[in-house]
RNA sequence: GUGGUUGUAGCUCAGUUGGUUAGAGCGCCGGAUUGUGGUUCCGGAGGCCGCGGGUUCAAGUCCCGUCUUCCACCCCA
């Protein structure tokens, strides 16, 4: 038999059980939150058809699909010209019709297109399942990630926002991340656009700004005049980057709201600022340098910064037709992501996971030897009819084997029931923590080991 | 996709201008201790030096290719 050599695919990643254990942890806290918030779940498949991947992104997002060849011999199917040709885009159509999905928000669309008729209408979904981008893995960006999305489709109230952002400050603050919700509109950047005559650039003008904390004022301004905007549009960048603790009540605000967009978009700020609650406003900023890339979004926009971490921890924003594409025109929906690959990191970083953990056994049962191993393995299903989480050893192995074990399981609990224990009726229980000993009836034992877990 | 970087024991890493049998710490296994883990002491196992090719009397070491890692860009959670 010759030995394959086992490797992973580039960017993919094991998770062992101490990691799914916290990575659980972030996801039952983040669920737990939403569920409060009237969201219910939903779940879509890995792969989506292309023609429905494709449906906003374009070229861009096309690069970081992973695409799924055809089944069978999907060769046969290809135009012989285009084998010929070798020409990878007029190729890829006759041999792969379905890709990875690369976010939750385009599968949604497709879900709400779909089921409209069953959904009823404001439709709020959570949904927290993988996806994929084919780009290079690096600090934070990885090829497989898990994505925890919040959406409210078929509302046009701000009341939405709102909630969203206080969903955003109640997980975080439970989790124990420090954090800043970074909040702006789309419309501003609309505006600011409009008063530079420059309305057809739009797109062009949030990619660049939005490296602004980045790359610095000087070399945006740069990166504005090669792509081609003018004057106008470099002095109200400069304005907006000068006045990111008071914003709203600055001259620029002012400039701005001499366009009808502009004064729609301060009045959507206002509003969702005299709506938010004192403490969680403490942790929004409003900050009109925030642009977000995705050019779906029309309205409030979300990020989430932590200190000592570049890059997100969680986004969101408005979009007034997401399903316009698939033939749903008029709905319009608000939502958030949370980064839990992110969201892991920097908890890992800051030492944030709690110490305690209720997920592992908390006691172990010593197997001695054949004669008793029957009458011990009974006591199991007693001690987890009380709900303790319970292990019996599987093979009569050296004490010393077993009692390693329940160490390197950091099992709290270890019970010996030999021969000697089960004629007197009095079992051993040992406390790993501090090493004591003591005997007792299982009953007596049972109550030691509940109030002890219970304290915890 | 562009540019750079990395790979040696299970893990973290040494390994000289190319030169005997590739090392350490931690971990693992066994014993001291046949009914007691985490400490201590003693012993042991474990390497296609990422993979393929080349140069050389000789390659972990130099060259080329490839895969992988990490980082920056692009873009983004």
């Known amino acids: 038999m010759s030995k394959v050599k086992v490797s992973l695919p580039k960017g993919m990643r094991d998770f062992g059980p101490e990691q799914v254990q916290k990575r659980q942890y972030i996801i039952n806290t983040i669920k737990s939150v939403f569920e409060l918030y009237g969201f219910m779940p939903i779940e879509t498949p890995v792969m989506e058809n292309l023609t429905t991947l494709n449906g906003k992104g374009g070229e861009e997002s096309d690069k970081l699909l992973f695409k799924v060849l055809n089944s069978g011999d999907y060769l046969k199917k290809a135009e012989q010209q285009h084998l010929e040709e070798k020409n990878y885009k007029s190729l890829l159509p006759n041999i792969s019709e379905k890709g990875l999905r690369y976010d939750l928000t385009v599968p949604l669309a497709r879900y709400v297109v779909m089921h409209q008729n069953e959904l009823t209408f404001p439709f709020k979904r959570y949904q927290i399942q993988p996806v994929w981008r084919a780009d290079r893995p690096q600090k934070g960006r990885y090829r497989e990630f898990w994505q925890c999305d919040a959406d409210v489709l078929g509302s046009d109230s701000l009341l939405n926002e709102v909630e969203l952002i206080q969903i955003f400050a109640k997980v975080f603050k439970q989790l124990g991340i420090e954090m800043n919700i970074h909040l702006n509109t789309r419309k501003l950047l609309v505006a600011m656009v409009e008063l530079s005559g420059k309305q057809d650039k739009l797109t062009s003008f949030t990619v660049i700004l939005d490296k602004l904390d980045k790359i610095g004022i000087d070399k945006v301004i740069e990166l504005l005049n090669e792509a081609g905007f003018n004057a106008k549009t470099f002095d109200l960048v400069k304005a907006i980057a000068n006045n990111s603790s008071d914003f709203l009540n600055s001259e620029v605000a002012k400039q701005l709201a001499q366009t009808e967009t502009g004064k729609v978009g301060l009045q959507e700020l206002n ?186």
Not at 355 to 367: A, E, G
Not at 384 to 406: D, H, I, V
Not at 432 to 448: L, P, R, V, W, Y
Request: charged share 25%; aromatic share 8%.
């Open 271 to 456: 509003k969702i600022l005299s709506l938010i609650d004192d403490e969680t406003k403490q942790q929004v900023k409003i900050d009109a340098t925030l642009a977000r890339g995705l050019d779906y979004y029309t309205g409030p926009i979300f990020e989430i910064k932590a200190a000592g971490f570049s890059g997100s921890l969680g986004s969101g924003g408005r979009y007034d037709n997401l399903t316009g594409n698939f033939g749903l025109p008029g709905v319009s929906g608000v939502g958030i992501s949370f980064g839990l690959d992110r969201i892991y990191d920097v908890m890992k970083d800051q030492n944030l996971f709690p110490t305690s953990n209720t997920n592992i056994t908390q006691v172990l049962l010593i197997n001695f030897d054949k004669e008793t191993e029957q009458q011990v393995f009974q006591l199991t299903t007693q001690l987890r009819q009380t709900g303790l989480k319970t292990e019996f050893y599987p093979t009569q192995a050296k004490l010393k084997k077993q009692m390693k074990y329940a160490n390197d399981k950091n099992i709290p609990f270890v019970i010996l029931a030999g021969s000697r224990e089960l004629e007197s009726g009095k079992l051993t229980l040992k406390n790993m923590q501090n090493g004591e000993q003591q005997e007792a009836d299982i009953k007596t034992i049972i109550s030691i080991l509940k109030d002890s877990i219970g304290n915890e």
